[in-house]
């Protein structure tokens, strides 16, 4: 299906204005993804290669391979779902839903199901294969796309993303009003062994056939990295990667689970309300501080702020209660997730005071911080003081720095607390 | 059929087990510390495990003045009461820094996170080696929950920086609500009904009690007669050797995605030592298992028939464990603190029955069970005379025929009208395991070969509460062992129902 110039008007219409306009002119929204290798740095600096997947839809897609994958966002008007795929990768790749309809076609090779649907073939060397794959009867809910092609490679390669299917009524994830929330974000957990995707970026396989020392990567998968949306901390600490969870707020946390482990994600101070299961309201809803995510499960959960004053900064810790890691001496690798919580128009991060953003706070701040205080000249990042009730840095706003901020920083630098 | 399982998992589980101990002693209420203002130590300690292995472990200590004083594993399980507002003073004696975090509670001490080298170091304010920190929460609500580190926590969590919270509901011992019961299908010696639950929880010197304010005046859903914590860890020795001896832990890293645990435990002990005596200390006078000096907490759930017995579990490991319980199934009231019903008690009921809980990291679960011998089609006391508490009326007088021998021989053990028609091994060739009293019947006794028994004075029933993941129950390989404990079903005293006749297993 082709799509007109007026319908992507509309539908770049919607996405700044509201979606209920588009309601009675689209019925099938369309995504065109490209599936192909990248490279993804880690905090200790290890490159990995990954396959992933970009959104090329003309004009609205920005063409970047990421991991997870782009997030599909559709209204409620659309009864159907396209994705068009354009697979530069040398193996053959599928998409597929857990959880929506899809007219099931298993493809095979040399006798075996090898894919849970028909795929676009693997692309030949600087070329490139298509396939389309239709999903009918859409229903609201958080869902999660992937490869449907040998997932056991192709999943923890980073063929995923998250699915976003909306009810007519917005600001809800169901048409339960018990759903309603102030502002939503999405957190996709998953993991990475370097060894397997060095492995298999190399050779397309993750079976050596080596006769002497033949070798499965995917029986020896052994992730050392976590990622809560692509990253791992670090390099989640950016407030770039970070949550956000206004005070006085309801927020929508929308968990995906595309890794293969099962993982915990608890979060430190506060219990949030599990309100849906694979793209099912649930009639009830559970209160927990440890919801168990299964891989390949998706929840939806209430973090409920709406009793916070509204001038009362929070941070709050997402982190895998399991507490894997590829570090002994840090946390480096391990899934934990910030989610903040500041009043409108402030910063109050616990990790400011990092002036030459290098995800660390030591001496080096310490002195930037001094050089611009003595220079005049405002750094927000170096804006710490006076610190919130609860004690985080949410400074005066303008940037002006003082000896105080200096003072704090150095404190930070040198692990007082 | 059930009783045919539960007499061959006997013959084969306890009769490889070689008890270190005596039978526990059980309490009605789960051993820990109360209080709202508690000074703890963190520092190293050694910990025990029945294969002789021993392990290096960091845990908390009660160093409150009359506290315990010594390292344990767990920490000390805190009980306080629903609005408590609790202060905890750690000093930290090990040579990192170290934190204590309280999920589910109201955090009044701050929640901005450290760094350390300019780095993440801690989710909360931690306390430096050789410092003192001080955390102060407040229990705005009821039931099971845990402390932790929030520092390093892949290490400090596998270390065994962890311990239980109950905290008890205003309403705790404050009911009067048991007239509004309907009475079950449970005798007494007089043929009068009793209640499924024996109703003592409201009794301020009673053993019982309630886990969760009840909704309603007829919300019974977590009264209980009789509590038992369950709080499961694992350790991987290699780790902990790793952490013990190797000096250059920078370029010598451990690889935790080979993490793989081979020890597990509850309440800190390995099976059998979790059917051991636990240590007490009473008025400075030490007792119980003084083999075990940092392992205080024991796991033997002893209770009568009838008698309402409420699970506290908690899972401080890194993996799931599937808790599976022998003799009848539990329900799951409540779940990270929270009760399973809905709008306030009055919509549909969210707890659920289970014979396998998956036990999930980081989270909580209240479970009641209760044993009754209800619907083996047979009664469990031989006695066909007279009705004994609770026993399940409609089973009544039924015997075994055609399959009752003419005397207790000990020969031909009976065999229950349901069980397969086989000629069971004699005497000489069976064996009972040190809990084994030689007779089907609950509270009897017959011929056991020589040398077999002496752990089962009452003449109990036992049931295996453990994981059913049999790997699991290991310890370092060696089988039985791991994540394993026995409950107990303890007769009631035979003179007659007097509910306040407690015998001395059963304080
Ligand atoms: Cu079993």
Redesign the interface.
Known sequence: MKISTQQLTLIIMAAVVAFISLATEASARVYDLRADSANLTMPDGRVVPVWGFADITAVTGDGIIKVPGPTLDLPAADANLTINLTNRLPVPVSVYIPGLRLAPAPASQNGRVMSFTAHAPAAPVGGETTASFIFTGLKPGTFVYQSGTNPATQIPMGLYGAVIIRPAVANQAYANAASAYDIEQVAVFSEIDPDFNAYVGSNGTAIDPNPDKPKNYALSYAPKYFLFNGKTFPDTATPAAQLTAPPAMRTLLRLINAGSRNNVPTIAGKPVKVIAEDGNFLAYARDEHAPVMAAGKTLDVILDLSATPPTEPNFFTLFDRRSWRVSSSDATGSMIGFISSFPAGTNCNPFKGDMNADSKIDMVDVLVLLNKYVNSTPDLNGDVTPTSANGLPCGKGTGVLTLSDALYVLRRALSIN | MLKLQFMKKISLILAAIILLLSVGQANAFIDGISGTSFQFAAREGRLSTPDGGNLLFWGFADTTPGGRASVQYPGPTLIINQGDTVTITLANELKE?VSM?F??MT?LS????????????S????C?PGGT?TYSFRADKAGTFYYQS?S????Q??MGLFGAIVVRPVLHKKLAIHNTVPFGLYSSTNGVRHPQVRLDYNNPTGIGGVAYNPSNSSDMSTVYDREFLYMVSEMDPKFQRWMEFEQD??NK??D????KANYWFINGRNAPDTMGMPLTSKNGVVSGSLQLPSQPYNCMPLFHPGERVLIRIINMG???HPLHTHGNHMRVVA????L?Q?SGGT??D?SWEAFTV?M????TFDATFTWSGKGLGWDIYEDTATFRPYEYIADHIKTFTPFTSPAASGLTPKLPPQGLPVIMPGIQETMAGPNGSGSPFLGSKEALTPGEGGFNPFNGFFFMWHSHAERELTNNDIFPGGLLTMAGIVPWPATGDNLTVLDEYMP
């Open positions: 820094p975090m999920p589910g955090t701050s929640m901005v996170p450290a760094l350390k080298q300019g780095r993440l170091s989710l909360v304010p931690e430096e920190q929030g390093n926590q892949a290490i969590l596998r832990k920078i890293p451990f935790f995605s080979a993490w890194q993996d799931f779940e990270d603190g929270n399973l809905s919509g549909a969210l998956t999930a990291p980081g989270k």
